[in-house]
């Protein structure tokens, strides 16, 4: 992701294909930065973590409110959330992959189920 947005401006990466659309591809990174923290340091891993750009009254920040950080800004939490998923993903085993707690946020967050 950072290869295809190197070289680009602060705004080139804030421009959206088309009017109606939120996405761009500064919104695209900031959401994988919240994909990496959120599904495997929050939710794989247990860890609590602090939303860089989500607001609980703006579920969409990441995507819209772009000047909320700079471009450094951005580009040093999408390499620290990365750092910390590669830190998870070679701390953990196959055999202890899919334990129960994993599995269980997969099967309520994939089939809707509220069980446990």
Known sequence: MLKKCSGLSFEDLCRRPVATSSMSLLGILRHMTFVEQIWL?????GNDVTE????PDEREAEWTELDSATLDQVVTNF???CETSDELARATTSANWYDDRAVTVNRSTFAGSTST
Not at 41 to 45: K, L, M, Q, S, Y
Not at 52 to 55: E, F, L, S, T, V
């Open 52 to 55: 860089y750009y989500r607001r």
């Open 41 to 45: 340091d929050a939710r794989f891993a």
């Open 79 to 81: 390499e620290h959330a």
